[in-house]
């Protein structure tokens, strides 16, 4: 079992920046791959950034340029830095891991509120 616990959200005003972290214990980090999602009221919950166990990293066109997804193994972290931050990306932020090996899982973490003031 992954347990993940997500930090760093709160309020920012528009063209800010915000640092969330994902830390991950249960199981060896490093055979993780990650992601953040998000979802607003009323909307699905969406892919913002994935990170494989190999950095490879991949980003939603909305995300592009102005999120970058991070992992440290040495710390069982995961981090979203979000800069120029825009109102519609207002949202909870919940990471994801998925196991490398084994059955085909997901786990989520409780979320995260980010909330962006324009």
């Known amino acids: 079992q992954v347990q993940l616990v997500e930090s760093g959200g709160g309020l920012v005003q528009a063209g800010g920046s915000l640092r969330l972290s994902c830390a991950a214990s249960?199981?060896?980090?490093?055979?993780?791959?990650m992601g953040w999602y998000r979802q607003a009221p009323g909307k699905q919950r969406e892919l913002v950034a994935a990170?494989?166990?190999?950095?490879?990293?991949d980003y939603a066109d909305s995300v592009k340029g102005r999120f970058t997804i991070s992992r440290d193994n040495a710390k069982n972290t995961v981090y979203l830095q979000m800069n120029s931050l825009k109102s519609e990306d207002t949202a909870v932020y919940y990471c994801n891991a998925a196991p490398v090996y084994g059955p085909k899982r997901s786990f989520w973490g409780q979320g995260t509120q980010v909330t962006v003031s324009s």
């Open positions: 990170i494989t166990r190999a950095a490879t990293t």
């Open positions: 249960g199981t060896i980090f490093s055979t993780l791959d």
